[in-house]
């Protein structure tokens, strides 16, 4: 399973970004799918999850902030980014788990700077 990222890029402070997350399966209409993001010189840690019964999970810093969803008739997870700040620069990744099947993407880089 190949999972493209992309929607990154740079934004100001209190600007907002869409995150899209493409999955070349359909395995992955039941699968769980999260966003996670890594900066530099830290741990990759998790922003978001969705349930295959669209059940979501936000980390506390970006509770209110961004909206994690999912079309699966285009085998696409969405992450909404908004009021973002600068400490939500990273690289984010788009990560699909199904049993103990568990794929990831390359990642896409977003940069929060005036």
């Known amino acids: 399973v190949q999972l493209v990222e992309s929607g990154g890029g740079l934004v100001q402070p209190g600007g907002s970004l869409r995150l899209s997350c493409v999955a070349s399966?359909?395995?992955?209409?039941?699968?769980?799918v999260g966003w996670y993001r890594q900066a530099p010189g830290k741990q990759r840690d998790l922003v978001a999850t969705?349930?295959?019964?669209?059940?979501?999970t936000y980390a506390d810093s970006v509770k209110g902030r961004f909206t994690i969803s999912r079309d699966n008739a285009k085998n696409t997870a969405y992450l909404q980014m908004n009021s973002l700040k600068p400490e939500d620069t990273a690289v984010y990744y788009c990560?699909?788990?199904?049993?103990?099947?568990?794929?990831w993407g390359q990642g896409t880089q977003v940069t929060v700077s005036s």
């Open positions: 399966e359909n395995i992955f209409r039941i699968s769980t």
């Open positions: 969705i349930t295959r019964g669209d059940t979501t």
């Open positions: 990560n699909i788990k199904f049993g103990i099947l568990n794929y």
